[in-house]
């Protein structure tokens, strides 16, 4: 694998399109080993890479998406690993908006999350809008800390990748609590209107 990524590298900005695009449905190289080092070698670029990332990887997640539609559940096993398929349909069949977010900034692969996504015929704009916010959190969020911190915005990500993982997914879910309750208390409001 060190091998691929140092011939990608060498590629430049053509290297991490090709990472971006095909991390999203079939290969296992991460955007972010290319992004962070091209992007401190041509720190003014950073903000660019980070967009070009971002706008590639969810091209790449309509190719997973469409493989999805064509294979179907049964055949998404066959290439998702099975620790990963029941947890992803779950999640994703029950919410499939914060399914998707949170799966394109997580530690699971964003090509099983892009695959399930096909094969459960999730809204195909909306898969596309929620795939680019957060891919965009990921990728494009590396590049503008790049462009205004240079090497110390390594040192963040290192540092502090736990805590900022942890404190996007509360506020995720803060947001995602409140949204559960403004919805709830409208359904609730539509019936005793009906009544």
Same mark, same amino acid.
């Given at each position: 694998?060190?091998?691929?990524?140092?011939?990608?590298?060498?590629?430049?900005?053509?290297?991490?399109? =090709?990472? !971006?695009?095909?991390?999203?449905? &079939?290969?296992? +190289?991460?955007?972010?080993l290319l992004l962070i080092p091209l992007a401190l070698t041509h720190p003014q670029n950073a903000i660019y890479y980070g967009?070009?990332?971002?706008?590639?990887?969810v091209m790449g997640g309509l190719i997973g998406y469409v493989l999805g539609l064509k294979i179907g559940l049964p055949a998404a096993r066959?290439? =998702?690993? !099975?620790?990963?398929?029941?947890? &992803?349909?779950? +999640?994703?069949?029950?919410?499939?908006?914060?399914?998707?977010?949170?799966a394109s900034l997580s530690p699971i692969p964003y090509k099983f999350i892009s695959i399930t996504a096909g094969a459960l015929k999730i809204n195909l704009p909306l898969f596309l809008l929620i795939s680019f916010l957060g891919r965009g959190k990921r990728f494009l969020l590396e590049g503008i800390l790049i462009f205004y911190f240079g090497p110390q915005a390594v040192e963040m990500f290192t540092q502090h990748k736990d805590d900022l993982l942890i404190i996007s997914l509360i506020l995720i879910t803060v947001v995602g609590l409140i949204a559960y309750v403004i919805k709830?208390?409208?359904?609730?409001?539509?019936?005793?209107?009906?009544?």
């Open positions: 694998m060190d091998a691929i990524v140092e011939i990608l590298l060498e590629w430049g900005l053509t290297g991490l399109l =090709i990472a !971006a695009f095909t991390e999203s449905f &079939i290969s296992p +190289v991460l955007p972010d967009l070009a990332a971002t706008v590639v990887s066959r290439f =998702i690993p !099975a620790r990963y398929i029941d947890k &992803i349909y779950g +999640v994703v069949k029950e919410n499939a908006l914060w399914a998707i977010f949170l709830k208390s409208r359904k609730t409001e539509t019936v005793a209107d009906k009544l």
